[in-house]
């Protein structure tokens, strides 16, 4: 079982910076291939749904969703079992809570598939509070 925790978050200005981090409790990659994960951000602002922005698989392929495509950027550092993002050029319309999710990667013939909806994730973190004022 994966936990994760998230941190980072807080006010900024539009057009400001803020990096958030999400440590998990156990490192996928120290575990056998079967316990290979997929981690992926995600955002709820209040009265919309939870939404997607970024996913990684456990080989590093990143999908972005179009709305913070070249703003936003997801990284992970193994070594520190810690996933990250870089959000750039924030604007009002990003203020929300962000999670990050972990489940572990669907097999799909040679590659590892990763869902990029809030039902594919089963480990949450508590969420990181990030307002952007205009």
């Known amino acids: 079982q994966v936990q994760l925790m998230e941190s980072g978050g807080g006010s900024v200005q539009a057009e400001g910076s803020l990096r958030l981090s999400c440590i ?26 939870r939404e997607v ?22 990284s992970q550092d193994n070594a520190k079992n810690t996933l990250y993002h870089q959000l750039d050029s924030l604007k009002s319309e990003d203020t929300a809570i962000y999670y990050c999710a972990a489940d572990p990667a669907i097999p799909f013939g040679s590659s590892p598939y990763c869902y990029t909806v809030a039902t594919g994730y089963n480990y949450w973190g508590q969420g990181t509070q990030v307002t952007v004022s205009s």
Do not use: H, N
């Open 24 to 49: 998990a409790s156990e490192s996928p990659t120290s575990k056998a291939i079967d316990r290979r994960y997929c981690y992926a951000w995600f955002r709820q602002a209040p009265g919309k749904e």
């Open 53 to 74: 922005l970024a996913a990684i698989d456990p080989e590093g392929g990143i999908a972005y969703a179009a709305s913070v495509k070249g703003r936003f950027t997801i």
